[in-house]
């Protein structure tokens, strides 16, 4: 029998909390946000699909078109006639929503919000005096839905007019591995690390993927070629983003990014704006602010140490390592050629990076089982002893008892050796002895938590004994970071 695709994944508690505030007698206000393509609509759409709620799609245009749009679907949607010039303004179509709500519950849905916001003065404020003044006591559950992620979590700020009215709020995010991994049921572990490396956690870039398609079929097919539906969205996925007013800078960071430059004055430099960095600084505030990016100081480093920037959607990190260098090959070759020739040989490598991120968040989704204690603090530490010899440790982690979990994260065909056990004891000694007083923690018999180590193609049974002889060393394999 052909596995089916789950027709809901992850959103489970949003469900059941959207749900019951619509049960609640009297009014309620939700706000709801997140980047595109995650799913908001389809949320909020399972939420209520058997309570008819009004539902109005705002588009970025002039507020009497909103206002029309708005009228004429809201005519259909009830069966009234509805005289357009009775409803001037904003207040007077929001007095016909609460008005709508006199003998019987009404849930209304107002996506894209931040376009109503941005074409006419104090839709918000006109909306806040209908909800105080009039609403009153009417069953009235309000969503306010929209994906320009810092316009609407500017609506819950102290001088925001609805400050304070909010019941409900939640900013949606991308699916972890474990979440995206629900979308293939019937696919293998190294396959669906293939997959989130390829695709992130974006609903509607994994809804794309046949649910039996091999990695490699699902990217040439989506990402590689020209006419692919991810490719299209990837091609102006920053031009989407409402307040980026040269697109071509952030593309330039985004591109500097993904060759592996991460402190802000490379990024700069590989951008091609050394002569105005601050271009350069503003471009990755705003796209950390988006999610597209993430940054972060070495663990327990001071509030001066450097930043490092990396691109935090899987989906756009392989959008601009494989993708757009090659767009000229892509578009008059075969996309198949390309990945064989430009891809494959290329992708262990590029999927070291994700599989720590996947390994930490595996980390936080299973720390219970694993053993481990509520965790402070999680990261990693790169730089150079004082005998400058270069140092990467993947996995730092300070529990709240105070000890501190060490450990590395092994994206590889081999099963790893316990000579990669040794090599972290000793890295550990050699930065304790270089001043970063942390890693002394992590030799020390009563502050170690121990050592983790996960590794996609498993262990050797050297490396297994080790474990069985010491229990401070837990070995964790690809399988177990997906059950």
Known sequence: ?????????????????????????????????????????????????????????????????????LLREFEVWSGEEISREDYPNWRTVFRLLASRANDESLIVILDEFQYLMGTEEGVVSQLTAIWDR?????????VLCGSEVATMSKMEAGDSPIYGRVNWRHRLRAFDYFDAAKMF?????RSLTYLYGIFGGVPRYLAAVDIDETPADAAGRLFLSPRGEIHLQMEHLIEQERG???????????????????????????????DSPMRARRALETLVGLEFMERERNFEAGSRATWYNRI???????????VHPNRSRLETGDPKKVWAQSVEPELDRYMGKVFEKICRQALRRHREKWGVVDIAELGRWEGQDRNRRSIEIDLLCRLVDGTLLAGEFKWSSQPVDVDVHFGLLRDLEDLSNSGQGWAGDGISSDRSAGYLYISAAG?????VERAKQDPSIYLIELVDLYQ
């Not at 009039?134 to 309000?142: A, C, F, Q, Y």
């Not at 262990?459 to 490396?463: L, P």
């Open 185 to 189: 049921p019937d696919q293998d572990e």
């Open 1 to 69: 029998m052909t596995p089916q695709r789950p027709i809901f994944v992850n959103r489970e508690r949003e469900l059941q909390e959207l749900r019951a505030l619509a049960r609640r007698e009297g009014p309620q206000m939700a706000l709801l946000y997140g980047r595109r393509r995650l799913g908001k609509t389809y949320l909020l759409d399972e939420a209520w699909r058997d309570k008819n709620p009004f539902y109005f799609l705002a588009a970025d245009t002039t507020a009497e078109r909103n206002r029309r749009d």
């Open 459 to 463: 262990f050797t049974d050297a490396f």
């Open 312 to 322: 935090a959607d899987p989906a756009l990190r392989f959008w601009y390592r494989f």
């Open 134 to 142: 009039e609403v009153g006591e009417r069953d009235l559950t309000l």
């Open 244 to 274: 980026i007013r040269d697109p071509g800078v952030y593309r330039a960071v985004l591109d500097a990014v993904a060759r592996g430059n991460t402190e802000t004055n490379d990024i700069a430099q590989a951008a091609g704006l050394q």
